[in-house]
């Protein structure tokens, strides 16, 4: 804590600040935050090198209490928490107040992971003077904390997917210090719950810096060891090539945005048109669309007739402002670049926006075929959706190959009716996306062991996910033991697992 | 096997051929093979693509089957094999065959992983309407193959680590189609390889190209969704920035050198040390000091009294030539450079070489502490290794902090009597490699499920291992099913688990 504050403390304004606004109004709220300058950042990274050694070697059980405790710590500060987050973002206390909760149950069912010990994935061999092709040595092998984190914390979701996020709660989770690159918009809130996780963890644990030029030098500090993304495609895609630049290359996880496409077969429109509108409406909306799984496209059969219905619930819509001012902008811009498409149809938006703040009316529009095939389809972040009709099963699997990878991708269908379309459709957006949901909608994603957040290119740079259990594995690297000594050896790799960790042993899965 | 046979000779000459060499003579073996041109990597890359659906549908026992299959080819080719490799590369039959049986049997061992299915890291988390902080969907995840996979082989290791090697058989069992960009440094054996897993694998399943424009090409190829690559860090560099250039990105795991530093403590110098001296000799020119895993690098205490004993047992190995013209110009290049660093003196060097081919003697050199300090020290590959001397625990301590990252570190102490330096210097060593061994020598890399050969970068870019039973995750993603219907489910993630597979239900493993 002490630490933490004065980093707070001793920060040099260098070009800029990060100041929040009320969405609802447009006018700033709470104090500015100074950008920090190099020699801090510079501080906040060693800070979490000299803390990973002993943040490592703490026992597993102490680790899970320190997770339980910044779950507690924010907890207490409910009351506190939510008011702020709804004062910068006006998402509103509901929405926050259970995306609080979720942020602790998180961080709770990390500290089970954790406690569980199965996320280290111990593998011992032991020696084997009749291996083939030649003896064997004794070889225990298991994950250990890759080294500080640097999370890049987003705006869309300010507790979930912020400074104590999934990313801090999977990097603490594996053992390794965090330091948040806070987003801008929402700086009050990130610098009071900055506060409690410094407070709640070991110094060095936690830092944080404010500004684009300190993530900058964060990701290209010699002591942070790989970095947790989410946000747009330019800055992500910008700090990925700093990442890869580096002396020495660190991994860099991203998720930087999905179309997530819906597709709706025949016979589902058939049987129930009119609910699939009401749900999708309902889920490109949902938090006026600013979710990473916002259904952005809408694949329906020629001549669904759902055009009216969807543009009337669209209409019936109350949206929350949008998070930013540049959010807004881009949103605009984003939907004037629908329209200018050749063939476009707008089946709703007002045109005229009689709105405070950085409120905005949804907008549905038709595009043409053509133009997925040409692959001129990008997300429009905010509540903006757009409806493709296919004329034909050929055609409908020739606009899922042009598809960019999603997050996630959904499928309507009957398989009482069509149990080979269905089949085949799930298996053609399961190779686009990391996520198939069946009947239901995208937005909502569950914190959960088989949950996956990730998926084909763009929609994240890699084989893992930002949400689930198994997020963890991220900020974990292997370490394999050859022949050393039981007393050397780290107390997860002894013979007699005295953690009574789950491990493979010769081959064979023990507890 | 048509397919490849139409593919080989189709080959169009372009800017050059592989010609395989004998280093014993320097002297030209076999017939030259062209390099491929544009449209025949194409065609490659396509009918892997078109494969791939198939060989990732295939029932997990035939998909062990089709490994095993090609490990009994290989195994039938023995008497034509391991003669055609001695050929190009001079290893000799003795080493040929054995890791040609290293081959077979990582194939037989990763159709075992295959037939287990705990690879598929299939998780079952059930509907939860009590789940906090909201009701669940039924989620089911599991992985699945990545697609094409693009595998560069290498050269010192013309089975084991170049065709039919551990890249190869790791994405197999993965369930992805391989296409290999030949070594050329063994051509003619690469030819024959490759004709011998066309053979016994799908049409598309595996193909071949030569030269390094199509190498390239490969990785650029929107069909390749992953790249194995082994080879010097210049080569792999530049790939990587072309896999990263992609307009979708693609993993690239890269192993690419490495240092593999042997720390001594004083206690095992005055224990043992002439017996640690002949091991680091035998150890650091086995196999012509060719190995990824060579001991570049030995710490010794000042003082130490082994120079003369490490000179003594360097001028009495009996070294086989390297393995091509090019390498021993690098070589000999590079021991120039360490002769040139102010302060290093000769060990052993013989300054004539009487040699026939690509014969080379090898060198042993003490180097100052305070260029390993600087950053100087590189691999120099081949039979090269320096001796730099440490004037106390402390200094030993910075010369660790300064080392690049590598695959392996050794260690030779005495616990008995310094157990906490021991223990310490084995933390230390574990932070900068993959894999840490005590009172042994690196070179030999047993294939278990233990093994880990990969580690903090350069040695690697990834947390990821390309020998071992894990490596087979590098060729999978993740996959989550939300709410889909039973009979609609990938056959792994169905409720009664008719394969048996291990998995996690609700948090808990089971088989």
Redesign the interface.
């Known amino acids: 804590m002490a630490d933490y504050d004065a980093v707070m403390i001793s920060m040099q304004q260098d070009e800029g600040q990060d100041q929040g606004f009320d969405p609802r109004t447009g006018e700033p709220v709470g104090q500015p935050v100074p950008h920090t300058g190099s020699a801090d950042v510079d501080r906040a990274a060693r800070a979490a090198a000299e803390a990973a050694?002993a943040l490592a070697d703490l026992p597993l059980h102490a680790r899970a209490e320190l997770l339980r405790g910044v779950a507690a710590a924010l907890e207490s500060a409910r009351d506190e928490l939510v008011p702020l987050a709804d004062a910068e973002t006006g998402l509103g206390e509901a929405r926050l107040s259970?995306?609080l909760?979720?942020t602790t149950?998180q961080l709770e069912m990390f500290a089970?992971l954790v406690a569980?010990g199965?996320f280290l994935?111990v593998?011992?061999?032991h020696a084997d003077a009749s291996?083939?092709?030649?003896p064997?040595?004794d070889?225990?092998?298991m994950l250990?904390p890759?080294g500080p984190v640097a999370v890049f914390g987003a705006g869309n979701f300010p507790f979930a997917f912020s400074v104590a996020g999934g990313d801090t709660a999977s990097a603490l989770a594996a053992g390794c210090p965090v330091v948040v690159k806070a987003h801008p918009g929402h700086p009050g809130l990130s610098v009071r719950t900055g506060q409690i996780l410094a407070a709640a963890l070991p110094a060095g644990a936690f830092g944080m810096v404010h500004g684009l030029a300190a993530g900058q030098e964060l990701v290209s500090h010699p002591a942070i060891a790989a970095v947790g993304f989410t946000g747009s495609p330019a800055g992500g895609q910008a700090l990925?090539a700093l990442a890869?630049a580096r002396p020495?290359?660190?991994?860099f996880y991203a998720e930087m945005g999905s179309l997530n496409p819906t597709v709706v077969t025949p016979a589902a429109v058939d049987a129930r048109g009119e609910e699939i509108a009401r749900g999708f409406v309902g889920s490109y909306t949902m938090g006026s669309g600013q979710f990473c799984t916002k259904p952005g496209l809408l694949l329906l059969p020629a001549g669904h007739g759902l055009s009216d219905h969807l543009a009337e619930q669209s209409a019936a819509v109350t949206l929350g402002p949008l998070l930013s001012a540049r959010i807004r902008d881009a949103f605009t811009q984003g939907v004037a670049e629908l329209l200018s498409k050749p063939g476009t149809r707008v089946l709703h938006s007002t045109s005229t926006v009689d709105a405070q703040g950085f409120a905005v009316p949804p907008a549905l529009v038709a595009v043409d075929a053509a133009e997925v095939l040409r692959g001129g389809l990008q997300e429009c972040f905010g509540p903006a959706a757009v409806v493709v009709e296919y004329a034909s099963a050929a055609e409908l699997d020739e606009l899922l190959e042009a598809l960019?990878?999603s997050l996630t991708a959904t499928l309507h269908a009957q398989?009482e009716a069509e149990?080979e379309l269905?089949?085949d459709l799930?298996?053609r957006l399961?190779r686009r996306?990391?996520?198939?949901?069946?009947?239901?909608w995208p937005t909502?994603v569950?914190v959960?062991?088989?949950?996956?957040h990730?998926?084909?290119?763009?929609a994240t740079?890699?084989?893992?996910?930002s949400v689930?259990m198994?997020a963890v594995r991220r900020f974990?690297?292997?370490?394999?033991?050859?022949?050393?000594?039981d007393?050397?050896l780290p107390q997860a790799l002894r013979e007699a697992n005295p953690a009574g960790l789950?491990r493979?042993v010769?081959?064979a899965?023990h507890?």
């Open positions: 050694p259970g995306e909760t979720r149950v089970d569980d199965s994935e593998i011992i061999d291996a083939r092709p030649a064997r040595p070889l225990r092998r250990v890759i990925m890869a020495e290359p660190i991994p960019p990878g398989p149990p269905a089949l799930l298996e399961g996306a990391g996520r198939v949901i069946f009947d239901g909502g569950a959960s062991w088989a949950q996956h990730g998926g084909p290119w763009p740079n890699s084989a893992h996910t689930g198994t974990q690297r292997p370490v394999a033991y050859q022949n050393v000594p007393a050397l789950p493979r010769d081959g899965m507890g």
